[in-house]
């Protein structure tokens, strides 16, 4: 098992910037992929990106390319989403998941962290 627990969300205007973390506990040995979803009011969960656990192939949802970035610490079993130009409608709920498996679903998920873009 993994444990995953994200920090960094909050209030910030349009414009600016955040970091959110991911903390990985347990078999991170085991980990293929880490991603970072989120999950606006009223919506489905949007795939955001992702990046192997190790090496640098990395993936991102067209609606965030350029503007979020994701890397990952392995010392510090940790993985970072970096978001700027920051967008009210960028206002969600983040979540970070991990997977064991090279493709396929997220195993594992933390319980959000809450980001809100004020205009």
């Known amino acids: 098992q993994v444990q995953l627990v994200e920090s960094g969300g909050g209030l910030v205007q349009a414009g600016g910037s955040l970091r959110l973390s991911c903390v990985a506990s347990?078999?991170?040995?085991?980990?293929?992929?880490m991603g970072w979803f989120r999950q606006a009011p009223g919506k489905e969960r949007e795939f955001l990106a992702s990046?192997?656990?190790?090496?640098?192939?990395?993936y991102y949802a067209d609606s965030v390319k350029g503007r979020f970035t994701i890397s990952r610490d392995n010392t510090k079993n940790t993985a970072y989403l970096q978001m700027n130009s920051l967008k009210p409608e960028d206002t969600a709920v983040y979540y970070c998941a991990a997977r064991f498996s090279r493709i396929g679903t997220y195993d594992f998920w933390g319980q959000g962290t809450l980001v809100t873009v004020s205009s």
């Open positions: 347990g078999r991170t040995v085991s980990l293929n992929r």
């Open positions: 990046v192997a656990w190790s090496g640098d192939i990395t």
